[in-house]
């Protein structure tokens, strides 16, 4: 086996910042990928893809494609998570930003329904699908990339920079939108301004693999292999020994997922179709709360080095329970600056969690399983959370005309996941032997 020799101790700074920047940057593109789904499937893809039906039939099946690709993510977990704990962090990353680029590259392409017929919204679909496996195993490698490069008492801070993927892609997709929705009159958005944003993602890619292709393999993945414990199914060997991990990494983050999946795409629909909102409105009030999360996601991050992740979790899960009728409160004013105070709050208590969300979920697992682990518990809750929120809000509103079912629902995922974190087992030692991962005789590599 070839093991990559480790850096000079004057050279570990730098690939530590190298590590940071690859990893960053990657989780951002592919995050902007993904969000950029979303904001089309709130505003344009109901009358593109499935113009024939009635508007709330509309949003909901243009919803649905966006779940698909939430359903999708866990098997992109499993995949690239066996790839990553049997290969590497660095190439497995590779993989994934080619993947999530050329599908949303070709959604850029795809005809409407009007010129396709149904082959449209079934291309769209599979396409969603490929988006979901791409970021589905992109999570757990780039967070692990920055956490493992890392010393143990910053673990915090270093893997919640790869969570800025999230606040940048939220600002570059919603950014590039309201470009284009600003710069295309009449009809011309809905035509073909909106293909705009997703065909530059190919441009984005390229910088995206430029910096991931210079950066080496983590120092912990590297002691694994020198160690040779290895471990031959991952998957099944952290399903097997630690489920009660993988079960409440997911569960604690409903009350994370879900919210932020209201609060940055069933808000766009809430606010046009209920509220009468400009849309480029509340595009701007995204922009202003996602510009926010380049400061507090890392900062809670921090705080969890000094204070505790579960602490600062806890208080994030709290803080969000608090806000649900508050934050319907002040979008139903119609008010511009109660609407931004609104979108900000959201995002701010949704970065409580975030920031040491990674860390959190990801020290659970030994370094030799830690990208299965790590990635499906994450993962699976884009099944019960992040995926079927905006549908379960959409239904909700439809059937009873007002919010307060929503804000109910809200309150719901926050008790769930305060009962998961308080069953969420401690983390795992930081690369265990073959003994202490799985047995030798059945998992670990000889």
Same mark, same amino acid.
């Given at each position: 086996?070839?093991?990559?020799?480790?850096?000079?101790?004057?050279?570990?700074?730098?690939?530590?910042?190298?590590?940071?920047?690859?990893?960053?940057?990657?989780?951002?593109?592919?995050?902007?990928?993904?969000?950029?789904?979303?904001?089309?499937?709130?505003?344009?893809?109901?009358?593109?893809?499935?113009?024939?039906?009635?508007?709330?039939?509309?949003?909901? %099946?243009?919803?649905?494609?966006?779940?698909? =690709?939430?359903?999708?993510?866990?098997?992109?977990?499993?995949?690239?998570?066996?790839?990553?704990?049997?290969?590497?962090?660095?190439?497995?990353?590779?993989?994934?930003? $080619?993947?999530?680029?050329?599908?949303?590259?070709?959604? =850029?392409? &795809?005809?409407?329904?009007?010129?396709?017929?149904?082959?449209?919204?079934?291309?769209?679909?599979? @396409?969603?699908?490929?988006?979901? +496996?791409?970021?589905?195993?992109?999570? =757990?490698?780039?967070?692990? &990339?920055?956490?493992?490069?890392?010393?143990?008492?910053?673990?915090? @801070?270093?893997?919640?920079?790869?969570?800025?993927?999230?606040?940048?892609?939220?600002?570059?997709?919603?950014?590039?939108?309201?470009?284009?929705?600003?710069?295309?009159? =009449?009809?011309?958005?809905?035509?073909?301004?909106?293909?705009?944003?997703?065909? %530059?993602?190919?441009?984005? +890619?390229?910088?995206?693999?430029? /910096?991931?292709?210079?950066? #080496?393999?983590?120092?912990?993945?590297?002691?694994?292999?020198?160690?040779?414990?290895?471990?031959?199914?991952?998957?099944?060997?952290?399903?097997?020994?630690?489920?009660?991990?993988?079960?409440?990494?997911?569960? /604690?983050?409903?009350?994370?997922? %879900?919210?932020?999946?209201?609060?940055?795409?069933?808000?766009?629909?809430?606010?046009?179709?209920?509220?009468?909102?400009?849309?480029?409105?509340?595009?701007?009030?995204? @922009?202003?709360?996602?510009?926010?999360?380049?400061?507090?996601?890392?900062?809670?991050?921090?705080?969890?080095?000094?204070?505790?992740?579960?602490?600062?979790?806890? +208080?994030?899960? /709290?803080?969000?329970?608090?806000?649900?009728?508050?934050?319907?409160?002040? #979008?139903?004013?119609?008010?511009?600056?109660?609407?931004?105070?609104?979108?900000?709050?959201?995002?701010?208590?949704?970065? $409580?969690?975030?920031?040491?969300?990674?860390?959190?979920?990801?020290?659970?697992?030994?370094?030799?399983?830690?990208?299965?682990?790590?990635?499906?518990?994450?993962?699976?809750?884009?099944?019960?959370?992040?995926?079927?929120?905006?549908?379960?809000?959409?239904?909700?509103?439809?059937?009873?005309?007002?919010?307060?079912?929503?804000?109910?629902?809200?309150?719901?995922?926050?008790? /769930?996941?305060?009962?998961?974190?308080?069953?969420?087992?401690?983390?795992?030692?930081?690369?265990? %032997?073959?003994?202490?991962?799985?047995?030798?005789?059945?998992?670990?590599?000889?």
């Amino acid at each position: 086996m070839t093991v990559q020799e480790s850096p000079v101790p004057e050279a570990m700074q730098r690939h530590r910042r190298r590590a940071v920047v690859a990893a960053t940057v990657g989780t951002a593109i592919e995050w902007y990928d993904f969000f950029l789904y979303g904001t089309a499937a709130a505003l344009v893809f109901p009358h593109v893809f499935f113009p024939g039906a009635e508007p709330y039939t509309g949003v909901l %099946a243009s919803f649905a494609t966006q779940f698909v =690709g939430f359903a999708a993510r866990p098997l992109g977990a499993a995949i690239f998570g066996h790839v990553g704990d049997r290969i590497g962090r660095k190439s497995t990353l590779v993989t994934t930003l $080619i993947l999530m680029g050329a599908s949303t590259f070709l959604i =850029g392409l &795809l005809p409407g329904y009007a010129t396709f017929g149904l082959a449209a919204p079934l291309l769209l679909v599979l @396409l969603r699908v490929v988006q979901g +496996i791409g970021v589905g195993g992109e999570w =757990g490698g780039s967070v692990l &990339l920055s956490m493992e490069w890392g010393s143990e008492r910053r673990r915090g @801070l270093m893997a919640s920079w790869p969570q800025l993927g999230v606040p940048l892609g939220l600002l570059a997709s919603t950014g590039m939108v309201k470009l284009m929705n600003a710069t295309t009159s =009449g009809d011309a958005f809905d035509s073909w301004g909106w293909r705009i944003p997703f065909l %530059a993602s190919a441009v984005l +890619i390229g910088v995206g693999l430029y /910096v991931r292709l210079r950066v #080496l393999e983590s120092p912990a993945f590297t002691e694994v292999k020198q160690e040779r414990v290895l471990v031959r199914q991952p998957v099944w060997s952290v399903l097997r020994h630690q489920p009660l991990t993988v079960l409440t990494s997911a569960f /604690v983050r409903m009350s994370e997922q %879900a919210p932020f999946y209201l609060f940055i795409t069933f808000v766009l629909t809430y606010g046009t179709k209920e509220l009468g909102l400009p849309r480029g409105d509340l595009l701007n009030y995204t @922009l202003v709360a996602a510009a926010v999360g380049l400061v507090s996601v890392p900062l809670f991050g921090h705080l969890s080095d000094r204070f505790g992740r579960r602490r600062i979790y806890g +208080i994030g899960i /709290v803080c969000t329970a608090a806000f649900a009728f508050p934050y319907f409160g002040l #979008l139903d004013t119609g008010s511009s600056g109660l609407v931004l105070l609104a979108i900000v709050l959201s995002l701010v208590f949704h970065d $409580i969690q975030y920031g040491p969300q990674a860390a959190l979920i990801a020290e659970g697992f030994g370094t030799n399983v830690r990208y299965s682990g790590a990635g499906l518990g994450y993962q699976l809750a884009s099944v019960i959370a992040g995926g079927p929120a905006p549908l379960i809000a959409t239904a909700i509103l439809e059937h009873t005309g007002s919010s307060t079912g929503v804000s109910w629902y809200i309150i719901g995922c926050c008790a /769930v996941a305060m009962i998961a974190l308080l069953l969420m087992p401690r983390p795992a030692p930081a690369t265990p %032997a073959p003994a202490r991962a799985v047995p030798a005789s059945t998992d670990a590599e000889a």
